[in-house]
């Protein structure tokens, strides 16, 4: 048989008889110390006495108040309050408590071989006898179709390397691994009912909250009632006060004509002058006249409140409908989940978040209180907007201003949801969108695309130079059609705008030197040429309907009239600021009318003509160039950065400028601000630009898509430039 070589850890097993019957047991009388009778007593001599044993001792050998130690027979002087006042054993007492607190430890035998121990093998979980199976054990999986000897011999072999304990010593761990993960799932079933209290107490307090804003409102509603009680009440007793007023007046009139005329009375009494007695007859007739118009009241009592034909029940019960609602949800923060794009710097990132209740369901109404936090790796908040979009969705909007890792914390009722806080990369490459053309003659086909625009429709149209055409294609880059006109023959249109109404496209031809107006079926609507031509290369139309067009034989932009003459001349060829060098395109402003000239850096002029400012050139290259340089390009950099020139340009509603610009070792896309600051830079990672010639942005609000013409790989890109 070969030896068996599994790794045994050995223990130390105390027989619990023999431990209590060494250390826990009175020597004299053989009982087991206790806290009572037995209670250990510690000798001047070291030896342990139960107080039981002592008593009697003392009661019955004790001489001079001495007695002799049971054990070593030493002489015991008896303290003054008797054995009682000797000191206890502390290290028995130390031991019974141990042993109190340790469970009796059960060694389980095999129940064939009595007096042998049970062991178990941590790495296959079984628990063997070594008695039984010979030294060692069989896996559980293993097959019992080869004879015993074989079984056995591979057995050994198989499990060299497992771990065997003694199967007590495993019991006693895995009754500490129950313990253990019986108090970890006490301790979050404690978490979860803090939490659970904690829900309740914020339903107390959001239900006080609402109660009082209910009883708010029905008190001003109450409020509104007794004011308009009080309102229409003030208004019968002003009408009250006026009416009697005026019937007070005409009773005081009455009053004090009836105590005039018995004034009269009592004088004409004793009157014996018949002249006299005549006259007074008379005045009394005349007031008899005006007696009587005092006889009518002169003014009514008719006073009523006439309530309108309204049911007032069915009035205020409509009112008081619109007065708010309960609102309540059903979202479990836990089950709600967050997905976000690929997140670009300087490019808003959209994060949507779906809310779904206890069972699973997605929510379809919005309303609960969502907060997000956006922090970069470096702590600082990034800016970040909340859309409730109705549905049970909301998106988190925002826009990473670097490169880095970045955190989105989104709570539900103060909860975190699922999967958050969720950390995220933002890269700084900005790959395009869509694709759209290679090198040939058909639909997807392109040879030497140099420039483009775009209608208020949002199509695209390309100018496809070396096939003589037109390429008109949607915003998602689908072919929609060509446009075909005698002036694109040639091979030599190097320019394309729309017409002052939107509705044509102007094209200018270096080689024929003519700019020419045509339909988008492609009609020829119009034509001209001027002697002074000598390379027209770009053409834009200001807000005047004036043509402007750039020539690099002249050196400057050419303002034309929408006949044909020429207005004046902006710029110059030379080395001063504001001077062209190479002009490659051309652009105007919708926001204030600025010309905005690619060269050799971008130049700005306003709407008269008058040079503004400069923006980009070498300085900016080495911006985007930085980690380039850093990473060991040194002046080959900045060499490349110098020589480098703008192919094209365009300019958004917003002032925003984009810019292509091509440099010996790489070409790329400048996004500028309206006050000329560098935004960011579009690198086309993993789908590098070769020649950029021409870019075109929407002018539509919602619409951040820059479009841009590679005459290095006969094709147009799109890319998101905010």
């Given amino acids: 048989m070969m030896k068996m070589s599994s790794t045994l850890v050995e223990t130390v097993s105390i027989n619990y008889e023999d431990f209590n019957e060494s250390f826990l047991t009175c020597g004299t009388c053989l009982c087991m110390y206790d806290g009572q009778e037995h209670t250990p007593k510690l000798l001047p001599c070291s030896h342990t006495v139960c107080l039981e044993c002592l008593i009697r001792i003392v009661a019955t050998f004790a001489r001079d108040s001495q007695f002799r130690c049971p054990i070593c027979r030493e002489l015991i002087n008896i303290p003054r309050g008797g054995v009682q006042a000797l000191p206890p054993s502390f290290l028995v007492n130390q031991l019974l408590d141990l042993m109190a607190s340790q469970r009796r430890e059960v060694i389980p035998k095999c129940s064939t071989h009595a007096n042998q121990e049970l062991l178990f093998c941590e790495t296959c979980d079984s628990v063997f006898c070594t008695m039984c199976t010979g030294g060692s054990h069989a896996p559980a999986d293993q097959p019992q179709t080869q ?78 009632v007794e004011r308009r009680r009080e309102e229409v009440l003030s208004e019968v007793k002003h009408n009250k006060d006026e009416k009697k007023k005026v019937l007070e007046e005409q009773l005081k009139l009455i009053n004090s004509e009836k105590s005039q005329v018995d004034k009269d009375v009592q004088a004409m009494k004793h009157q014996v002058e018949v002249r006299n007695i005549t006259k007074k007859i008379s005045q009394l007739n005349m007031k008899l006249d005006a007696v009587n118009q005092l006889a009518e009241p002169r003014e009514n009592s008719y006073i009523v409140f006439q309530r309108s034909n309204k049911s007032y029940d069915d009035v205020v019960s409509r009112l008081l409908k619109d007065v708010g609602q309960i609102k309540t949800s059903k979202t479990f923060p836990s089950l709600c989940r967050v997905t976000m794009e690929t997140s670009i710097a300087n490019l808003e990132t959209t994060a949507k978040v779906q809310t779904i209740d206890y069972h699973g369901q997605i929510q379809e109404f919005g309303g609960d209180p969502v907060t997000a936090e956006v922090v970069n790796d470096k702590g600082d908040h990034v800016n970040a907007k909340l859309k409730d979009n109705g549905d049970g969705t909301y998106h988190v909007n925002f826009t990473p201003n670097c490169s880095g890792t970045y955190c989105l914390k989104v709570k539900i009722f103060d909860r975190p949801i699922k999967d958050c806080p969720l950390f995220f990369d933002v890269t700084e490459h900005n790959s395009p969108i869509l694709s759209f053309g290679s090198k040939g003659v058909k639909e997807k086909g392109f040879v030497q695309p140099c420039s483009l625009t775009l209608d208020p429709r949002d199509r695209v149209f390309i100018v496809d130079t070396g096939n003589s055409r037109i390429k008109v294609l949607s915003t998602n880059l689908d072919y929609q059609t060509h446009v075909l006109n005698q002036s694109l023959e040639g091979r030599s249109v190097t320019g394309v705008c729309l017409g002052s109404s939107a509705d044509t496209l102007i094209t200018v031809n270096w080689r024929t030197k003519t700019v020419t107006e045509i339909s988008m079926d492609g009609v020829t609507i119009g034509a001209f040429s001027h002697d002074d031509f000598i390379e027209p290369i770009a053409v834009a139309i200001n807000a005047e309907g004036d043509m402007l067009v750039a020539d690099n034989g002249v050196g400057s932009i050419m303002v034309f ?60 290259s080495l911006l985007t160039s930085g980690r380039e340089s850093a990473g060991g390009g040194g002046g080959g950099a900045t060499a490349a950065a110098a020589r480098g020139r703008y192919s094209g340009v365009a300019v958004d509603n917003e002032g925003t400028i984009l810019a292509a610009r091509m440099e010996k070792a790489r070409s790329y896309i400048q996004v500028f601000n309206a006050d000329g600051s560098l935004y960011s830079v579009i690198d086309s990672h993993g789908s590098k630009l070769k020649r950029p010639t021409g870019i075109a942005v929407s002018l539509s609000p919602s619409d951040r898509h820059a479009y841009v013409v590679d005459i290095g790989h006969d094709c147009i890109r799109k890319y998101r430039y905010k």
């Fill in 561 to 620: 009239e929408s006949c044909g003459k020429l207005k004046k001349k902006i710029g110059k060829k030379g080395s001063k600021k504001g001077d062209f060098k190479e002009m490659s395109s051309l652009c105007i402003s919708p926001v204030n009318g600025d010309i905005i000239v690619a060269d050799t850096r971008i130049i700005v002029f306003n709407a008269e003509g008058e040079f503004l400012r400069e923006l980009g050139g070498a300085a900016t």
């Fill in 147 to 224: 004879q015993p000897q074989q079984q056995q011999q591979q057995a050994v072999v198989s499990t060299a390397d497992h771990t065997v304990i003694p199967f007590s010593i495993a019991i006693k761990r895995m009754s500490e691994i129950l313990i253990y993960k019986a108090n970890e799932c006490t301790s979050k079933l404690n978490s979860a009912a803090e939490m659970v209290t904690a829900e309740m107490h914020r339903l107390d307090h959001n239900a006080d909250q609402s109660f009082d804003m209910v009883n708010q409102l029905f008190q001003e509603v109450v409020s509104a």
